[in-house]
Structure formats: structure tokens, C-alpha cells
């Protein structure tokens, strides 16, 4: 009886609220900003905020951060932590919330479907289908949540996105015409005019003053339980043995919803998965990315850095994952370092070298550079900012 009565109050103090949100005036630059599920400070947000914080004195920027961990963000000036009667104030107040990921993390809703203007900062590139451009949205989500879903995307005041292919996947996945070619905040962070938002000492993290090379395994999430790993023994074995011939240091950083590569550190390949880094500020200091399915190599792309695509469980990916790509997988790639075997990859990560300077390798990345990124001046908080 007492849950009951719970449900009962939730639901009248959403009502509520719901009608505050039409009834309190919005507060003329107060934005409202947060990353991920508010248990970090990085991405799009985070450089967004550090831009105001330096350069747009007229506009107040709050962070939302979850009441377990915000007294770990003690560098962070203005936060307040979230679904608490402060932080729902703010929600109510502020002219724009940005928004990286599920608003429900955001307050108390379950989805912002009153009075809210959104600015769509989306973490992700899409090189797989998403949100309503899922093949499988109808199954993945009941009727209702899928009402409530289309009514808040309807509050999206615009999405800033890379190019104009991405106008096309934005626009389908958030069900909205107010995509725009701006380009995205957290690319300033690889401006060194922008050092000002390189918040961690990476390095030292890493570890990797001692190397002479730093290679990153940086796979994408799974919703199926593996039926293999990325690396038999035998091939971390042959890792750890070229990398000590190499002085290099070879990283595994893997998505924290996708089950770990369990190994044991050693002299020259250490597992970070472990450790919340901002994903832009750890690029700075990889030389070679290693990936699979995951977009994080449209950010890389935009270092010049060489780039290897390994895709040891493409049939069962592509046969399994539900949501489905919106361009055959090898126009992602790059012929010569796309590979489905490890020990290929082994042996081409030797000759890296020679690799990127293969006149067929550089011409497919530079086409790559060009269709993802249209923007490359690090102007990007800027842009956006006087977009709105």
C-alpha cells in the first residue's frame, strides 16, 4: 500500500511540475548542461562549459552531476546535483538544457515532453542506426514509452551534427528537421588554442612517458554475449612480446556496458576500462586507434593518426546487432587496415609504417576526413553558441 501511494505522489508531482514548466518564466542564458548518466564531466557538455566559462561571461552554465559523485567534481564551479528541488528549479528555469544522452537521467521524468528547449549534443556518431532510425525501435520500446519518446523530441531546438549526411541520420533518429552542420564542442579539445579544457593528466594515467608508441584497442558495445574474444592468449603473447621489441605500449580501453577482456597487466599492455577519462583528451595521447563498429574513429580522423578497423565477429555482428548501419560497413573503412584475423592484425601493425604511406591508404583517409568532418577549425562551442 505504501508503494502504491508512492506511484500516486510521483505521478501528481510530475503533473505538477509539468504545469510549472508552462507557468515559470525561462531565465534569459542560464543553461543547463550534463554528460552521460551524471556521473561524469567530459564529452560535449564539458567542453561547452569550460567554452562558456572562458569566453561567454553573459551566460550562466550549471552542470548536473548525480548526488553519489558530484563532491568528486570539486574543480567543476557551478554544478548542482540532480533531482534535487535546486537542480528541478533550474530544469524549470533555463533557457536551453543540453542534453548528450537519456533525459531520464536528467530530473525526475521519464522523458522532458512539457515546456523544455533541448539542444541535442549526442555522444555518438551515426554510423549505426539509433534512437527512432533503429530497425527494431517498435520491439525495443513499449507504445507509450514510444509516444513519450516523440512527444520530448518535439522540445529539440536543434542538433548540431558533422556534415550533411549526418543531417540526414539526425534528423530520421530524433525525428526532427532542426539538425544543422555546426560540428560538435568536444572536437575544440584537440585545439591547443583550447588547452584550457585538457582537465586530466592523462599521461600519467597511461603511464606512457616511457614508450616510444601508444596503440589503443577501443571496441564498440555488444547487446549478445560474445562467442569470442578480440585476443587469444596466444596473440597477447605475441602483442606483449612486439611491443617490448618496439617500445610500445598497447591499451585496451573497452565500453562500459560490453563484457571486460579479462587480463592481467603487463610490461607494455595495460587495460584501462576501468578508468572514467574524457574520450577526447585520451586521443591526444594514443598514435594508432585500433576500433571496430564504434564511431570513435570519426573523432580520431580528425588527428590524422593511422586508424585499424577490427572486425574479428563481422558476420555474427551484422547478423545479430538489431539496429542495423546506414552504409555498408567496408565505406567505413579503409581497404589495407581493415582485418578480421589477429594475426593479421599483428602483422600489419608492424609495418604501420609503411602502411600509412601507401598512396591508396592516404587517399581512402583522406576521403574519409572530408565526408565526416566539414570543420576543422576547433571554432566549434562558438559556433554553436552563436547558432542559438
Same mark, same amino acid.
Given at each position: 500500500?505504501?508503494?502504491?501511494?508512492?506511484?500516486?505522489?510521483?505521478?501528481?508531482?510530475?503533473?505538477?511540475?509539468?504545469?510549472?514548466?508552462?507557468?515559470?518564466?525561462?531565465?534569459?542564458?542560464?543553461?543547463?548542461?550534463?554528460?552521460?548518466?551524471?556521473?561524469?564531466?567530459?564529452?560535449?557538455?564539458?567542453?561547452?562549459?569550460?567554452?562558456?566559462?572562458?569566453?561567454?561571461?553573459?551566460?550562466?552554465?550549471?552542470?548536473?552531476?548525480?548526488?553519489?559523485?558530484?563532491?568528486?567534481?570539486?574543480?567543476?564551479?557551478?554544478?548542482?546535483?540532480?533531482?534535487? !528541488?535546486?537542480?528541478?528549479?533550474?530544469?524549470?528555469?533555463?533557457?536551453?538544457?543540453?542534453?548528450?544522452?537519456?533525459?531520464?537521467?536528467?530530473?525526475?521524468?521519464?522523458?522532458?515532453?512539457?515546456?523544455?528547449?533541448?539542444?541535442?549534443?549526442?555522444?555518438?556518431?551515426?554510423?549505426?542506426?539509433?534512437?527512432?532510425?533503429?530497425?527494431?525501435?517498435?520491439?525495443?520500446?513499449?507504445?507509450?514509452?514510444?509516444?513519450?519518446?516523440?512527444?520530448?523530441?518535439?522540445?529539440?531546438?536543434?542538433?548540431?551534427?558533422?556534415?550533411?549526411?549526418?543531417?540526414?541520420?539526425?534528423?530520421?533518429?530524433?525525428?526532427?528537421?532542426?539538425?544543422?552542420?555546426?560540428?560538435?564542442?568536444?572536437?575544440?579539445?584537440?585545439?591547443?588554442?583550447?588547452?584550457?579544457?585538457?582537465?586530466?593528466?592523462?599521461?600519467?594515467?597511461?603511464?606512457?612517458?616511457?614508450?616510444?608508441?601508444?596503440?589503443?584497442?577501443?571496441?564498440?558495445?555488444?547487446?549478445?554475449?560474445?562467442?569470442?574474444?578480440?585476443?587469444?592468449?596466444?596473440?597477447?603473447?605475441?602483442?606483449?612480446?612486439?611491443a617490448e621489441q618496439t617500445n610500445?605500449?598497447?591499451?585496451?580501453?573497452?565500453?562500459?556496458?560490453?563484457?571486460?577482456?579479462?587480463?592481467?597487466?603487463?610490461?607494455?599492455?595495460?587495460?584501462?576500462?576501468?578508468i572514467d577519462l574524457d574520450m577526447q583528451e585520451l586521443?591526444?595521447?594514443?598514435?594508432?586507434?585500433?576500433?571496430?563498429?564504434?564511431?570513435?574513429?570519426?573523432?580520431?580522423?580528425?588527428?590524422?593518426?593511422?586508424?585499424?578497423?577490427?572486425?574479428?565477429?563481422?558476420?555474427?555482428?551484422?547478423?545479430?546487432?538489431?539496429?542495423?548501419?546506414?552504409?555498408?560497413?567496408?565505406?567505413?573503412?579503409?581497404?589495407?587496415?581493415?582485418?578480421?584475423?589477429?594475426?593479421?592484425?599483428?602483422?600489419?601493425?608492424?609495418?604501420?609504417?609503411?602502411?600509412?604511406?601507401?598512396?591508396?591508404?592516404?587517399?581512402?583517409?583522406?576521403?574519409?576526413?572530408?565526408?565526416?568532418?566539414?570543420?576543422?577549425? !576547433?571554432?566549434? !562551442?562558438?559556433?554553436?553558441?552563436?547558432?542559438?
Amino acid at each position: 500500500m505504501i508503494n502504491l501511494w508512492k506511484k500516486i505522489l510521483n505521478i501528481l508531482l510530475v503533473g505538477i511540475i509539468a504545469l510549472f514548466s508552462f507557468v515559470i518564466p525561462k531565465k534569459k542564458w542560464l543553461y543547463m548542461l550534463w554528460s552521460y548518466n551524471g556521473r561524469v564531466f567530459a564529452g560535449n557538455s564539458k567542453a561547452l562549459y569550460l567554452y562558456i566559462q572562458q569566453h561567454r561571461p553573459n551566460i550562466t552554465p550549471v552542470y548536473m552531476f548525480d548526488a553519489d559523485v558530484i563532491d568528486d567534481f570539486s574543480h567543476v564551479e557551478s554544478k548542482q546535483a540532480i533531482q534535487t !528541488c535546486a537542480s528541478i528549479w533550474t530544469l524549470l528555469r533555463a533557457e536551453y538544457l543540453f542534453v548528450d544522452w537519456d533525459s531520464k537521467w536528467l530530473s525526475i521524468f521519464w522523458f522532458l515532453i512539457w515546456r523544455f528547449d533541448i539542444i541535442k549534443l549526442w555522444h555518438g556518431d551515426t554510423i549505426k542506426r539509433m534512437e527512432l532510425g533503429r530497425t527494431d525501435i517498435a520491439k525495443k520500446r513499449n507504445k507509450v514509452s514510444l509516444f513519450f519518446k516523440k512527444r520530448e523530441y518535439t522540445n529539440i531546438q536543434l542538433v548540431p551534427v558533422w556534415n550533411e549526411y549526418n543531417v540526414m541520420t539526425h534528423n530520421e533518429s530524433f525525428s526532427t528537421t532542426t539538425s544543422r552542420v555546426i560540428w560538435l564542442p568536444r572536437y575544440d579539445v584537440f585545439g591547443d588554442e583550447h588547452s584550457y579544457m585538457r582537465t586530466t593528466d592523462v599521461a600519467s594515467k597511461l603511464d606512457n612517458q616511457w614508450y616510444t608508441r601508444v596503440v589503443m584497442y577501443m571496441p564498440t558495445w555488444r547487446e549478445y554475449a560474445p562467442e569470442q574474444t578480440p585476443f587469444s592468449d596466444d596473440a597477447l603473447s605475441a602483442i606483449q612480446d612486439r611491443a617490448e621489441q618496439t617500445n610500445t605500449l598497447f591499451v585496451i580501453k573497452q565500453h562500459y556496458r560490453t563484457d571486460k577482456i579479462h587480463i592481467s597487466d603487463t610490461s607494455h599492455i595495460k587495460n584501462i576500462s576501468s578508468i572514467d577519462l574524457d574520450m577526447q583528451e585520451l586521443l591526444l595521447e594514443i598514435d594508432v586507434l585500433i576500433t571496430d563498429y564504434s564511431s570513435v574513429f570519426i573523432d580520431y580522423l580528425h588527428l590524422g593518426r593511422p586508424i585499424f578497423w577490427y572486425a574479428y565477429d563481422l558476420k555474427r555482428y551484422m547478423s545479430r546487432e538489431r539496429w542495423g548501419l546506414y552504409k555498408p560497413y567496408a565505406e567505413f573503412t579503409i581497404s589495407s587496415t581493415m582485418v578480421t584475423n589477429e594475426e593479421i592484425l599483428i602483422s600489419k601493425l608492424l609495418d604501420i609504417d609503411v602502411l600509412v604511406q601507401d598512396a591508396d591508404y592516404q587517399t581512402q583517409y583522406k576521403d574519409l576526413q572530408n565526408f565526416f568532418h566539414t570543420y576543422i577549425d !576547433c571554432n566549434n !562551442c562558438n559556433r554553436l553558441l552563436d547558432a542559438l
